[in-house]
């Protein structure tokens, strides 16, 4: 182990001092080797708020993620709300308050209430802080407590006395987080433990003091139990703990684990994560989470437990996910009404970037590895919304793997169910958790019209999954619909008789004759959607007597004209609509009908 410490006081003027800034001091503390920080201090002013300082902090262990700074809340004899000091207002450091010194005491009648302004549960945790026997310096000539242990200093002082506040609370904090630090490496097996799997495992194993109401702006989630957060039991019997310890999740996606639990024993479950540092400019009251992570608890019959839902210190069903903190917890105190059997926990990341988080899961219980191949809204991505008939596009496959273990080879299916085709039937590689695979096809519509398009993930059945057409709810089949149009307006000329006769669009004239020609035609949509269109006569032209190539104004001045000017909006091919008649009439103005000319 290592202990590296710093000097810090107050000048002579009142302001707080320290060498550098917050992020410097720890970052050197990181460097030499330290993964726990107990910083027994705060700074005056600014209570409940997101200082600079506190955005400093988050913005170290975002870049530190193995590295769990604890702060103290603060104390504040007036016990008024949102008093806790700043930097323990930040998102990812560990906020602790102070309780009596009793293991079932009340939490300090000095030590500072949350929550932070923008509403976060703060302080995160108490600890003892009440008559906590601690060191008495060499030059301390004024103790602010009474003496304890034994020892002196050569000048015959006592080496040791008793001292009250949160700054005692926190550094009893540290060496309870360093302890559990210790198991979580030597006895689970996990090397570098992130920061937010440490939190998440103080919190998940702190006990409710007083009348049961966790969470609460007086003791946060509870006061520390090193034995309960390492060696958790319930009447006697050991209870499992399960730890996560940093899993990455995409926004709009969700990690689905699935544990064989009896609820007699109570189930202890807590989600944490370093989130990205938020705004310290912007109103104190809006909330600073960037990446907004929720836990979701299902059990067998279906009943939903969200996290931070919570009444009378346990987590109750219903009510709306939490937006405001990084830290998510279900509580369900032992209860022999609750079934026994598969119960689902549900990690979805509802906004924001790529965020990693830990979890914690204690109970009588023993996960369920698995794997859960699902589909999503995007699936089936075409190039084209609208493509068009005969043309060329891409369709882009994608699936996930939410599940707990890696896939094994699957079959993948896409089909085109209104052409009664497939498109696409093909054995995919092993995907790993948390896993996202996709690949792309071409392909053409030879026809117009919606194509209803399936994907089917493992058709063939062969992967064990919490969720398929076999058990749960069969997330493995996506279907999506693309309408397939084609570019089609015609003009075609009718005979004497209304009917389509191509023939009659070239006619011959003589202007001694006739001064004029009138066309009977119908205006076609032949494609699909409705369609907006204008009609425009162009000027009368004739071929070039040297080049045929070239069309040229003629001699006399025509008129031209339809006795539908339009725009009109056009139906689809086959609805009513999707024909105009219409008269187009061309005239020779300089027509000389005597025939003198």
């Known amino acids: 182990s290592y202990i590296v410490a710093y000097a810090l ?8 001092g320290r060498i550098g800034s917050i992020y410097d001091m720890l970052n050197h503390a990181e460097q030499e080797g330290s993964r ?21 902090v988050d913005v170290f262990v975002k870049d ?73 310096g060499f030059e301390a000539s004024t103790p602010m407590g009474f003496s304890c242990a034994s020892g002196v200093h050569s000048n015959g002082v ?22 559990i630090r210790e198991f979580i490496r030597e006895d689970v097996g996990i090397s570098s433990p992130s920061a937010a799997l440490l939190k998440a495992a103080a919190i998940n194993g702190a006990t409710d003091i007083g009348t049961p109401d966790i969470p609460n702006s007086k003791e946060g989630w509870g006061q520390i139990s090193v034995v309960n957060s390492v060696m958790p039991t319930y009447n006697g019997n ?34 944490a994560w370093t989130d990205v540092a938020g705004s310290a400019n912007a109103v104190q009251t809006e909330s ?34 939490d937006s405001t903190n990084n830290i998510e917890r279900i509580k369900l105190l032992p209860n ?19 965020q990693s988080f830990s979890l914690v899961v204690t109970g009588d219980a023993t996960i369920d590895l698995k794997s859960d191949l699902t589909t999503f809204d995007g699936s089936i991505f075409p190039s084209s919304e609208s493509p068009l008939v005969n043309d060329l596009i891409t369709l882009r496959l994608s699936w996930l793997n939410q599940g707990t273990t890696d896939s094994g080879q699957f079959r993948v299916l896409l089909e085109d169910l209104t052409e009664g085709t497939t498109l696409y039937d093909g054995l995919r590689s092993s995907i790993a958790p948390g896993q996202l695979d996709s690949f792309s096809l071409y392909h053409t519509f030879t026809s117009t019209g919606d194509h209803n398009l399936r994907l089917t993930i493992d058709s063939d059945n062969d992967v064990v999954e919490i969720n398929d057409e076999s058990s749960g709810v069969n997330n493995n089949i996506r279907e999506r619909n693309i309408v397939v149009s084609a570019l089609g307006l015609r003009l075609v000329t009718l005979d004497s008789n209304g009917q389509e006769d191509s023939n009659l669009v070239n006619q011959t004239m003589s202007p001694a004759v006739s001064e004029g020609y009138t066309w009977p035609v119908v205006l ?16 009368v032209q004739t071929p070039s007597p040297i080049r045929s190539d070239v069309l040229l104004p003629p001699t006399d001045t025509w008129s031209r004209y339809s006795d539908l000017s339009g725009p009109f909006t056009m139906s689809p091919m086959g609805e009513n609509g999707d024909k105009i008649y219409l008269n187009i009439t061309m005239n020779d103005d300089d027509a000389d009908l005597s025939g003198n000319n």
């Open 36 to 56: 726990v920080a107990v910083n027994a201090w705060g700074l005056n002013g600014n209570r409940g708020a997101y200082t600079a300082d506190a955005r400093s």
């Open 64 to 136: 530190n993620p193995d590295f769990l700074p604890i702060f103290s809340a603060g104390d504040d004899s007036g016990q008024n709300s949102s008093m806790v000091l700043s930097p323990s207002t930040a998102k990812n450091v560990l906020s602790v308050g102070a309780s009596t010194t009793n293991p079932s005491g009340l939490t300090a009648n000095f030590s500072a209430n949350g929550p932070s302004l923008d509403s976060r549960v703060k302080p995160d945790l108490v600890a003892p802080g009440v008559s906590i026997c601690s060191g008495r």
């Open 524 to 539: 076609k949509h032949e494609g699909t959607g409705n369609q907006s269109v204008s009609l425009h006569i162009s000027q």
């Open 9 to 16: 006081g107050h000048n002579p003027t009142g302001i707080f």
């Open 288 to 321: 600073r989470l960037v990446n907004d992570l929720d836990l979701e608890l299902k059990a067998p019959d279906g009943t939903i437990y969200k996290g931070n839902v919570f009444s009378s210190g346990e987590s109750i069903q219903n009510g709306n996910s």
């Open 158 to 179: 006592n080496m040791y006395m008793t001292l009250s506040g949160s700054s005692q609370a926190t550094a009893v904090a540290g060496g309870s987080v360093s302890l």
């Open 238 to 271: 050991t209870l499992s703990t399960f730890h996560d310890n940093s899993r990455t999740i995409s926004a709009g996606f969700s990690t689905l684990y699935q544990f064989d639990l009896d609820p007699t024993s109570g189930i202890d479950i807590t989600l």
């Open 336 to 354: 022999s009404a609750l079934a026994t059997g598969k119960w689902q926990l549900k990690v979805s990341h509802k906004g924001g970037l790529d």
